[in-house]
């Protein structure tokens, strides 16, 4: 281990050691990196960044592939590059959370409590008026299309096949619900779903039979253009995930 690995010792992956991908790859495999160790706690915020030699050496890339990287992470409001001062992490607050990798980042770190709330209430104030609209809305071919994830959810034998049938199953529901607004969120959506599902679904993969019997509610009221029912079972979906995640962290 050199003096700068043990200088600063965050999560290294050693990406020189990989087969030499090419540069666009290897632009992202840093920014991951890097960002992951920013998200853990590894470089604190407000803490100052090492050095592009020092982020090159210690992460076995080039120092043109650290400074992209340093620039895709100011992008997402990570970090803040002056010439004088250097690179420092800014306050989470200041991050863009929407982003889908610094919230998968979120869901790969240490159980964050504070966050999957502020997660939950933010389900909350979209979800259940995106299932009483989609109720009034939904074409046949959203119907359709909420069935068939809804069997993939049932069906799925692996923790990631069920999440990602959840994903595409509410998913379904925004843009069922016909305002351009609401399903302008989707993307954004996607990884506050992604990493509130994580948090609350089993780790052994099997389906949670109580999640199941409220998303086929959820189906059914859809289905029926019964709208008081279709909010009832997104309320029903949200309070069982925030049950599981508590149960979690307690």
Known sequence: MTE????????????????????????????DAVGRDIVS??????????????????????????????????????VSIRPRTGTHVLPRAQWHLFDPAVLSWHGEADFDTSLLADLLELRLAIEPLAARLA?????????????????????????????????????????????????????????????????????????DSAALKLHQKLLVAIERHDAAGAEKAVHGLIARATTRIEGRAT
């Open 41 to 78: 706690g590894a470089y604190p915020e407000g803490a100052q960044m090492p050095t592009e030699p020092q982020l090159a050496e210690a992460y076995g890339a080039s120092r043109m592939v650290v400074r992209e990287a340093m620039k895709s992470l100011a992008a997402k409001g990570m």
């Open 135 to 207: 109720a009034a809305r939904a074409s046949e071919a959203d119907v359709a299309e909420l069935h068939s994830a809804y069997n993939a959810m049932a069906g799925a034998g692996r923790r990631t096949d069920y999440i990602e049938a959840d994903l595409r199953f509410h998913g379904a529901v925004v843009r069922a619900c016909g305002n351009v607004f609401i399903q302008q969120l989707e993307t954004a959506l996607s990884a506050v779903w992604k990493t509130s599902f994580q948090a609350s679904s089993s780790a052994t993969g099997a389906p």
């Open 4 to 31: 700068v690995q043990r200088a600063y010792p965050a999560r290294v992956v050693m990406l020189g050691g990989m087969a030499p991908p090419r540069l666009r790859n290897f632009h992202h495999q840093l920014v």
